[in-house]
């Protein structure tokens, strides 16, 4: 009985190939897109870790010698002196950083890279083993190393044993710095005791750049989740259409005796089969998105940390995982509804192939009202809420609410429209329109959350954008900077740079408690940089001239929120009280900072010297200037920043940024305008007996077809004056409320109306396209086909 | 790098437990050990760096002045990666220590590497100094030793002083381990008396009692079928005995014993005169590991009860172990230390 | 003459070939005519219809309305045809369900520009409908939709009437009723009515008579 009754299922995809296949691909583009954002998401994160798990930079302390490099010696005196540090050579080797270290006491071992092979790692200490990406390692000339291609590797790094190191980069007997285990023995020698040079630095939290990425990184989860939502509506209008599709056969079985219990099992398993087949297809096509996107990303991500990523792709475990898991978890979601309907239906109820589309007037209302519900429940989180899960939260009930508010909206508007036709045909138009909307519910939800998600994200990159390159204005205002390692030769460069630049500022600072939170105060030179560049939020009527004056200070934005600190209000500093004049943006810092001026500075902290330069200068000279810096002093590269070198990478990291995520765009809008397709087309079915009696009355099937398009262009344009706003706010919950819960400092939001406008356009034309189809097949309807209609033996 | 497949490379014991066979029991050019063994002291008190694997292996039985029983573990493992001493960072000398306190309740463990060409680790037969890191076991000479070890949790600082004779196992230091002839050159210190303070969490505690340092250097000391071993060190009322069983794949064993007279007397034991049973198992780090032992020796009458001061004695080092002081009741009475190898 | 059938051949494609509807039939009509269109299920009387109301196309043969071969014209004109000239009235009433029942009704005659509210009003109100202009069709029981189907066919005053199986879904004394209004509101509006229907007694009440036989006038 089993086997006859799957027989009976499976017979009406045979009958119907086309419904098979838009259930399929359905499920499978949603998929996609779900799989595809995460896999450039996660090879984007992964990319990062392997940078970082590469030393574990922010994980230890560090020693350094003010000397530059630590003696081999030192570094045996500190472990018999019961100190667990771990040495490392570091260089360049043609242009690429080598990095020695000792696989033996480094606390991470050799980093990301895994040794299972017992004869590679004899090679590893005795001969000479290089790990670096394939790409990092055709940059390398021969060095007679054995190379091992590891793409858990940072980019541009290579990984290898710090002998092998200290070989290739002429440093016997020297090490660059020292790795401190953050487990230490009992007994221990002081430190001064047995390397007085060696100092100690606690572990760093990253750099600002770090952590404005680590926004942006945050805000493309937040798309990722967006694509889910869409990937969701999708399914589950593939689903519950399979289900309609199907009544009849499914009421026919029960009617010829077979168990009711049985075939929800059948259903079940054979949805868990195609979903599970869609979403393998999904994860496919999403790793294809991804490589055919990755690229791009990798440039991005590579700019804001200043190492490019691996090129290639990876298909990781978990984005088969997550996707299969939309397929199934969305399918299951979508069938447990329908599953339900089913075991309820009456045995007899009328095969009407229009009921699903049909709400009844009850459950409009309920879904009204959740609707209402929820958006008030986003305003409330807005509101009131804190935390990072109230802002995701208040994304979550504002998306849902909006999609579920769409169609009781559209209605109400697309009856408005009917109020005011004056044809005989708007009239119709309009008045059928709203009969077709519950049938296209789930396609326009879908489509608004694309579109939204795309105001969202376009909004949320160009604010990232213009945020960035004002904040590289702002904190690199001089064309060069220069750090110095102590103050006999910050005091030497000094001297050394006067002459040969325009202006030499030099950067001082001290850590003080500000109302309890750890903060820097800044002493900067006056000087037109700091007036021209550094934007206030809000200040105190001449500000910056009363700075100058010694008469109060500047604090950052993240004092300023922390502290509840506002313009006018007095703060102490080293024990003395300074009013504050000005609050500036000071994105991607996570403690506070305030700014007086410089012979303030002086008498507040009269020990403490500038080590930091910034220097005002021709940007053509650079160059010349850093390479005799390296020379004369020694300076490390890292210890020069060349500010017209990073804006430009910045600038064209951002570029391709917005490649990527104008080509996600695009998928998504192309995956929103393919349920329309569906939609349409599984309603141009259903339709024909009601257009029919309008074809008889005197409308041709071309005229009729045109209407459709027409239609579908309407209801595009309504969705996106819908998405809009909707995109606004989400792009404001991300950038005003996520960020601030997750970053404490707020990006400020621009607008863009050229690119939202570009967007409606491109969501009119997806319409357009989705309508084409069934549009066409209408205008080519046999007229037999119409007549059927009428046809008394129906 | 994965510490653990290094940690295979140091031990062999391990490796060929994990299956690394290769690398445990082929001599790949190492020297391999020759009976009759002629030792020439104090060199070869020192390293051998032709051969694959040495070790220096302290273990003491312990009392505080109220009573409490401690056990304390002082090793140094040296390996070659290739039968030469080499310099600098390229040398295929490598070293690893492991320091252990064990009390009623706690087991205190930590471990070091080290690399043998840049003076972390080592060993000179004259004067005799062993070390790694901060770690040290130094002194004139073998008889009269300081030894000192920390971990984040621990330290302790010694004096041991030898009461008696070298004693040398198996036919006059060479040791055989198996039927098919793999052997070692093992020797000891059984009689060492010993002093000085354990640093503990809760303070430090003076302790005194006696100390028992193997030596033992090898290049294939395990065979192919050979999955681990139990070793026993007894100081008992009436002499001392060294045993030990190596656990075969096809479930039999090969036993090897020592037994050692209070005048430093020896008698060598061939497989099969010194036997261990487990009596009662524990279940530590998730494995079923025997802790409560019969071992006998009919030749001396031995048939006595072995039982460990703390059934949690595990090594959690990067390749773990049991190790942990244990107390003899039955027709003997006495202390000593359990090593077992080879439980997964 | 309102219109003219000449040798109307039809057929549709079968499992087995082509199925032959219309065998050559020709008939003609005059404004202010009744005609029954008899004959057993398969005969050809909706195939005729359709062809008549240009809602088809024969393979062969002419329909001539007011002296205008439908046949010749492109799809747009026979569009207007049917709009202008001919009222179609269905047995499953097909009214356009998301509009009202006042929309339904004016839709036709609002379509080919002709309105008249004074005529719609004496229309619905004679018809029974006033109180139901603000409805939807599925609130109507069935002898109301087909009052509305009238209505909409007559709002426009169609020349040519053509009506299958009118009262075919309704019970007898409904469909007496509707067809009485119906014949009544024909002759006032001086069309032609052709009607299809299987009822000997409905067949007594029209003027002629047109029996088909296996695609042949009998």
């Given at each position: 009985?089993?086997?006859?009754?799957?027989?009976?299922?499976?017979?009406?995809?045979?009958r119907?190939?086309?419904?098979?296949?838009?259930?399929?691909?359905?499920?499978?583009?949603?998929?996609?897109?779900w799989?595809?954002?995460?896999?450039?998401?996660?090879e984007?994160?992964?990319?990062?870790?392997?940078?970082?798990?590469?030393?574990?930079?922010?994980?230890?302390?560090?020693?350094?010698s003010?000397?530059?490099?630590?003696?081999?010696?030192?570094?045996?005196?500190?472990?018999?002196?019961?100190w667990?540090?771990?040495?490392v050579v570091?260089?360049?080797?043609?242009?690429?950083?080598?990095?020695?270290?000792?696989?033996?006491?480094?606390?991470?071992?050799?980093?990301?890279?895994?040794?299972?092979?017992?004869?590679?790692?004899?090679?590893?200490?005795?001969?000479?083993?290089?790990?670096?990406?394939?790409?990092?390692?055709?940059?390398?000339?021969?060095?007679?190393?054995?190379?091992?291609?590891?793409?858990?590797?940072?980019?541009?790094v290579?990984?290898?044993?710090?002998?092998?190191?200290?070989?290739?980069?002429?440093?016997?007997?020297?090490?660059?710095?020292?790795?401190?285990?953050?487990?230490?023995?009992?007994?221990?020698?002081?430190?001064?005791?047995?390397?007085?040079?060696?100092?100690?630095?606690?572990?760093?939290?990253?750099?600002?750049?770090?952590?404005?990425?680590?926004?942006?990184?945050?805000?493309?989860?937040?798309?990722?989740?967006?694509?889910?939502?869409?990937?969701?509506?999708?399914?589950?209008g593939?689903?519950?259409?399979?289900?309609?599709?199907?009544?009849?056969?499914?009421?026919?079985?029960?009617?010829?005796?077979?168990p009711?219990?049985?075939?929800?099992?059948?259903?079940?398993?054979?949805?868990?089969?195609?979903?599970?087949?869609?979403?393998?297809?999904?994860?496919?096509?999403?790793?294809?998105?991804?490589?055919?996107?990755?690229?791009?990303?990798?440039?991005?991500?590579?700019?804001?940390?200043?190492?490019?990523?691996?090129?290639?792709?990876?298909?990781?475990?978990?984005?088969?995982?997550?996707?299969?898991?939309?397929?199934?978890?969305?399918?299951?979601?979508?069938?447990?509804?329908?599953?339900?309907?089913?075991?309820?239906?009456?045995?007899?109820?009328?095969?009407?192939?229009?009921?699903w589309?049909?709400?009844?007037?009850?459950g409009?209302?309920y879904?009204?009202?959740?609707?209402?519900?929820?958006?008030?429940?986003?305003?409330?989180l807005?509101?009131?809420?804190?935390?990072?899960?109230?802002?995701?939260?208040?994304?979550?009930?504002?998306?849902?609410?909006?999609?579920?508010?769409?169609?009781?909206?559209?209605?109400?508007?697309?009856?408005?429209?009917?109020?005011?036709?004056?044809?005989?045909?708007?009239?119709?138009?309009w008045?059928?329109?709203?009969?077709?909307?519950?049938?296209?519910?789930?396609?326009?939800?879908?489509?608004?959350?694309?579109?939204?998600?795309?105001?969202?994200?376009?909004?949320?990159?160009?604010?990232?954008?213009?945020?960035?390159?004002?904040?590289?204005?702002?904190?690199l205002?001089?064309?060069?900077?220069?750090y110095?390692?102590?103050?006999?030769?910050?005091?030497?460069?000094?001297?050394f740079?006067?002459?040969?630049?325009?202006?030499?500022?030099?950067?001082?600072?001290?850590?003080?408690?500000?109302r309890?939170?750890?903060s820097?105060?800044?002493?900067?030179?006056?000087h037109?940089?700091?007036?021209?560049?550094?934007?206030?939020?809000?200040?105190?009527?001449?500000?910056?001239?009363?700075?100058?004056?010694?008469?109060?200070?500047?604090?950052?934005?993240?004092?300023?929120?922390?502290?509840?600190?506002?313009?006018?209000?007095?703060?102490?500093?080293?024990?003395?009280?300074?009013?504050?004049?000005?609050?500036?943006?000071?994105?991607?810092?996570?403690?506070?900072?305030?700014?007086?001026?410089?012979?303030?500075?002086?008498?507040?902290?009269?020990?403490?010297?500038?080590?930091?330069?910034?220097?005002?200068?021709?940007?053509?000279?650079?160059?010349?200037?850093?390479?005799?810096?390296r020379?004369?002093?020694?300076?490390?590269?890292?210890?020069?920043?060349?500010?017209?070198?990073?804006?430009?990478?910045?600038?064209?990291?951002?570029?391709?940024?917005?490649?990527?995520?104008?080509?996600l765009?695009?998928?998504?809008?192309?995956?929103?305008?393919?349920?329309?397709?569906?939609?349409?087309?599984?309603?141009?079915?259903?339709?024909?007996?009601?257009?029919?009696?309008?074809?008889?009355?005197?409308?041709?099937?071309?005229?009729?077809?045109?209407?459709?398009?027409?239609?579908?262009?309407?209801?595009?344009l309504?969705?996106?004056?819908?998405?809009?706003?909707?995109?606004?706010?989400?792009?404001?919950?991300?950038?005003?409320?996520?960020n601030?819960?997750?970053?404490?400092?707020?990006?400020?939001?621009?607008?863009?109306?050229?690119?939202y406008?570009r967007?409606?356009?491109?969501?009119?034309?997806a319409?357009?396209?989705?309508?084409?189809?069934?549009?066409?097949?209408?205008?080519?309807?046999?007229?037999?086909?119409?007549?059927k209609?009428?046809?008394?033996?129906? | 790098?994965?510490?653990?497949?290094?940690?295979?490379?140091?031990?062999?014991?391990?490796a060929?437990?994990?299956?690394?066979?290769?690398?445990?029991?082929?001599?790949?050019g190492?020297?391999?050990?020759?009976?009759?063994?002629?030792?020439?002291?104090?060199?070869?008190?020192?390293?051998?760096?032709?051969?694959?694997?040495e070790?220096?292996?302290?273990?003491?039985?312990?009392?505080?002045?109220?009573?409490?029983?401690?056990?304390?573990?002082?090793?140094?493992?040296?390996?070659?990666?290739?039968?030469?001493?080499?310099?600098?960072?390229?040398s295929?000398?490598?070293?690893?220590?492991?320091?252990?306190v064990?009390?009623?309740?706690?087991?205190?463990?930590?471990?070091?590497?080290?690399?043998?060409?840049?003076?972390?680790?080592?060993?000179?037969?004259?004067?005799?100094?062993?070390?790694?890191?901060?770690?040290?076991?130094?002194?004139?000479?073998?008889?009269?030793?300081?030894?000192?070890?920390?971990?984040?949790?621990?330290?302790?600082?010694?004096?041991?002083?030898?009461?008696?004779?070298?004693?040398?196992?198996?036919?006059?230091?060479?040791?055989?381990?198996?039927?098919?002839?793999q052997?070692?050159?093992y020797?000891?210190?059984?009689?060492y008396?010993?002093e000085?303070?354990?640093?503990?969490p809760?303070g430090?505690?003076d302790?005194?009692?006696?100390?028992?340092?193997?030596?033992?250097?090898?290049?294939?000391?395990?065979?192919?079928?050979?999955?681990g071993?139990?070793?026993?060190?007894?100081?008992?009322?009436?002499?001392?005995?060294?045993?030990?069983?190596?656990?075969?794949?096809?479930?039999?064993?090969?036993?090897?014993?020592?037994?050692?007279?209070?005048?430093?007397?020896?008698?060598?034991?061939?497989?099969?005169?010194?036997?261990?049973?487990?009596?009662?198992?524990?279940?530590?780090?998730?494995?079923?590991?025997?802790?409560?032992?019969?071992?006998?020796?009919?030749?001396?009458?031995?048939?006595?009860?072995?039982?460990?001061?703390?059934?949690?004695?595990?090594?959690?080092?990067?390749?773990?172990?049991?190790?942990g002081?244990?107390?003899v009741?039955?027709?003997?009475?006495?202390?000593?230390?359990?090593?077992?190898?080879?439980?997964? | 003459?309102?219109?003219?059938?000449?040798?109307?051949?039809?057929?549709y494609?079968?499992?087995d070939?082509?199925?032959?509807?219309?065998?050559?039939i020709?008939?003609?009509?005059?404004?202010?005519?009744?005609?029954?269109?008899?004959?057993?299920?398969?005969?050809?009387?909706?195939?005729?219809?359709?062809?008549?109301?240009?809602l088809?196309?024969?393979?062969?043969?002419?329909?001539?309305?007011?002296?205008v071969?439908?046949?010749?014209?492109?799809?747009?004109?026979?569009?207007?045809?049917?709009?202008?000239?001919?009222?179609?009235?269905?047995?499953?009433?097909?009214?356009?369900?998301?509009?009202?029942?006042?929309?339904?009704?004016?839709?036709q005659?609002?379509?080919?520009g002709?309105?008249?509210?004074?005529?719609?009003?004496?229309?619905?109100?004679?018809?029974?409908?006033?109180?139901?202009?603000?409805?939807?069709?599925?609130?109507?029981?069935g002898?109301?939709?087909?009052?509305?189907?009238?209505a909409?066919?007559?709002?426009?005053?169609?020349?040519?009437v053509?009506?299958?199986?009118?009262?075919?879904?309704?019970?007898?004394?409904?469909?007496?009723?509707?067809?009485?209004?119906?014949?009544?509101?024909?002759?006032?509006?001086?069309?032609?009515?052709?009607?299809?229907?299987?009822?000997?007694?409905?067949?007594?009440?029209?003027?002629?008579?047109?029996?088909?036989?296996a695609?042949?006038?009998?």
């Open positions: 009985m089993t086997r006859a009754g799957l027989h009976a299922l499976l017979s009406h995809w045979w119907n190939p086309m419904q098979l296949f838009t259930l399929v691909v359905g499920l499978s583009l949603a998929t996609a897109l799989s595809g954002v995460q896999a450039v998401n996660a984007a994160r992964a990319s990062y870790d392997a940078a970082a798990a590469t030393l574990g930079e922010g994980q230890f302390a560090q020693m350094t003010d000397a530059g490099m630590i003696q081999q010696a030192d570094y045996i005196k500190l472990r018999r002196a019961g667990l540090v771990s040495p570091e260089g360049r080797l043609d242009g690429v950083r080598l990095i020695g270290l000792d696989p033996l006491t480094a606390p991470n071992g050799l980093g990301p890279v895994d040794l299972s092979d017992g004869e590679l790692t004899v090679d590893v200490l005795t001969g000479g083993v290089f790990f670096a990406t394939q790409d990092t390692l055709d940059r390398l000339s021969d060095y007679n190393v054995t190379l091992v291609p590891s793409p858990d590797v940072a980019p541009g290579i990984l290898t044993d710090v002998g092998t190191a200290q070989r290739l980069l002429d440093m016997d007997g020297f090490l660059s710095r020292l790795i401190v285990a953050s487990a230490q023995p009992v007994n221990q020698a002081p430190l001064a005791d047995v390397a007085p040079d060696l100092t100690v630095r606690t572990p760093q939290n990253g750099t600002d750049v770090a952590r404005l990425t680590d926004s942006f990184h945050l805000n493309l989860t937040a798309f990722g989740l967006l694509s889910f939502a869409v990937g969701i509506f999708i399914v589950h593939a689903i519950g259409l399979a289900f309609e599709q199907r009544r009849p056969v499914i009421r026919t079985l029960r009617a010829l005796g077979f009711l219990r049985r075939l929800v099992a059948l259903i079940a398993v054979e949805l868990l089969a195609l979903s599970l087949i869609a979403g393998a297809i999904g994860v496919g096509l999403g790793y294809l998105i991804a490589a055919a996107l990755l690229p791009d990303v990798a440039a991005t991500i590579s700019g804001l940390y200043g190492a490019s990523v691996s090129g290639t792709l990876q298909l990781r475990p978990e984005w088969w995982l997550s996707g299969l898991l939309i397929a199934v978890g969305g399918t299951g979601m979508a069938a447990a509804t329908s599953l339900f309907q089913l075991a309820r239906m009456p045995l007899l109820a009328s095969a009407r192939p229009r009921a589309a049909m709400q009844a007037g009850r409009r209302l879904q009204a009202a959740l609707a209402v519900g929820l958006l008030i429940l986003a305003a409330l807005g509101a009131f809420g804190s935390g990072l899960i109230a802002g995701f939260g208040m994304l979550a009930a504002l998306l849902i609410g909006a999609a579920l508010a769409l169609p009781v909206v559209l209605d109400r508007v697309l009856a408005f429209g009917s109020s005011r036709a004056k044809s005989v045909i708007a009239e119709w138009f008045a059928d329109t709203r009969q077709q909307l519950p049938g296209l519910s789930l396609a326009l939800m879908a489509l608004l959350l694309a579109m939204a998600a795309n105001v969202g994200v376009s909004t949320m990159v160009s604010s990232f954008r213009l945020t960035f390159t004002g904040f590289l204005d702002q904190r205002a001089s064309e060069f900077y220069v110095a390692d102590d103050a006999d030769q910050a005091a030497a460069l000094q001297t740079l006067t002459s040969r630049v325009d202006k030499v500022l030099p950067i001082q600072s001290a850590d003080q408690d500000i309890g939170l750890a820097e105060i800044y002493g900067p030179t006056a037109a940089t700091y007036r021209e560049n550094w934007l206030f939020l809000q200040s105190a009527p001449d500000a910056w001239p009363r700075i100058e004056a010694g008469e109060g200070a500047a604090i950052n934005e993240q004092l300023a929120r922390r502290g509840d600190i506002a313009i006018g209000d007095t703060i102490t500093i080293a024990g003395q009280p300074f009013v504050v004049l000005g609050i500036y943006g000071d994105y991607g810092n996570t403690i506070g900072q305030v700014i007086v001026t410089e012979t303030l500075f002086n008498t507040l902290f009269p020990d403490i010297r500038a080590l930091r330069f910034g220097l005002r200068m021709d940007p053509a000279d650079v160059p010349a200037l850093s390479a005799e810096l020379d004369s002093f020694g300076l490390a590269e890292s210890n020069m920043i060349n500010q017209a070198g990073i804006k430009a990478f910045s600038l064209d990291v951002f570029e391709r940024t917005f490649t990527v995520t104008g080509a765009n695009v998928l998504t809008l192309a995956v929103a305008g393919f349920a329309i397709l569906m939609s349409l087309l599984t309603l141009a079915t259903m339709r024909l007996p009601q257009l029919a009696p309008v074809w008889a009355q005197g409308l041709t099937r071309a005229r009729l077809g045109r209407i459709e398009i027409i239609r579908a262009v309407l209801l595009a309504l969705t996106a004056a819908l998405a809009l706003p909707l995109g606004l706010a989400l792009a404001w919950t991300l950038l005003a409320v996520v601030v819960e997750a970053f404490g400092w707020r990006l400020p939001m621009y607008l863009f109306p050229l690119a406008l967007l409606a356009v491109f969501a009119v034309i319409a357009v396209l989705a309508a084409l189809w069934p549009a066409r097949k209408l205008a080519r309807t046999r007229p037999a086909d119409l007549l209609v009428f046809s008394n033996e129906r | 790098m994965n510490a653990r497949v290094l940690l295979l490379l140091l031990w062999p014991f391990a060929s437990a994990q299956g690394f066979a290769g690398l445990g029991t082929e001599t790949d190492f020297a391999t050990p020759q009976s009759p063994a002629i030792f020439d002291f104090p060199t070869d008190h020192g390293p051998h760096a032709d051969y694959r694997i070790w220096w292996y302290l273990t003491a039985n312990l009392q505080a002045a109220d009573g409490a029983p401690y056990g304390l573990q002082w090793t140094l493992f040296r390996t070659a990666l290739a039968p030469e001493q080499g310099a600098g960072w390229s295929p000398q490598l070293w690893m220590g492991h320091a252990a064990t009390t009623p309740d706690m087991h205190y463990v930590t471990e070091r590497l080290a690399r043998g060409g840049i003076g972390q680790a080592g060993v000179t037969a004259d004067p005799f100094e062993a070390w790694i890191d901060d770690w040290q076991l130094t002194g004139p000479d073998f008889d009269r030793l300081t030894m000192t070890a920390s971990g984040p949790d621990f330290a302790y600082d010694m004096n041991l002083t030898a009461t008696g004779p070298l004693i040398f196992h198996g036919n006059n230091g060479y040791s055989v381990k198996s039927a098919e002839g052997a070692s050159y020797y000891s210190q059984p009689s008396t010993i000085g303070t354990l640093t503990l809760d430090d505690v302790v005194t009692g006696t100390a028992w340092l193997d030596r033992e250097w090898s290049s294939q000391p395990l065979s192919d079928d050979q999955t071993w139990d070793w026993f060190s007894l100081s008992l009322d009436t002499g001392k005995l060294m045993g030990f069983r190596l656990r075969q794949t096809d479930g039999t064993v090969y036993t090897s014993a020592t037994w050692i007279t209070p005048d430093g007397q020896t008698t060598a034991y061939p497989d099969g005169a010194f036997n261990a049973d487990p009596l009662s198992t524990a279940t530590v780090d998730g494995r079923t590991i025997p802790t409560r032992w019969r071992v006998t020796l009919p030749d001396r009458n031995v048939d006595v009860t072995v039982a460990a001061i703390n059934d949690q004695a595990w090594m959690q080092t990067s390749v773990p172990y049991w190790e002081p244990i107390t009741t039955g027709t003997h009475t006495g202390v000593g230390y359990l090593e077992m190898t080879g439980y997964e | 003459m309102l219109l003219r059938v000449t040798d109307l051949i039809k057929s494609p079968g499992p070939g082509a199925v032959a509807i219309l065998n050559g020709s008939m003609a009509m005059d404004r202010g005519e009744t005609l029954a269109l008899t004959g057993e299920s398969g005969s050809g009387k909706s195939t005729l219809l359709h062809l008549v109301g240009g088809d196309q024969p393979d062969s043969g002419h329909v001539a309305i007011d002296g071969d439908i046949g010749a014209l492109d799809d747009a004109s026979r569009a207007a045809v049917r709009r202008d000239k001919v009222g179609v009235i269905f047995q499953q009433f097909n009214l356009i369900p998301s509009l009202t029942v006042a929309s339904n009704i004016a839709f005659a609002r379509l080919a002709v309105e008249d509210a004074d005529w719609t009003r004496d229309l619905t109100t004679r018809m029974g409908l006033a109180d139901h202009m603000a409805k939807y069709p599925e609130q109507l029981s002898g109301q939709q087909q009052r509305v189907a009238i909409r066919t007559l709002a426009a005053r169609p020349a040519l053509l009506a299958d199986e009118p009262t075919g879904n309704l019970d007898e004394t409904t469909a007496d009723t509707v067809l009485d209004l119906m014949l009544t509101l024909v002759a006032e509006t001086n069309a032609a009515l052709l009607m299809v229907t299987h009822s000997e007694r409905l067949a007594a009440r029209m003027g002629r008579r047109l029996h088909l036989r695609g042949r006038v009998a």
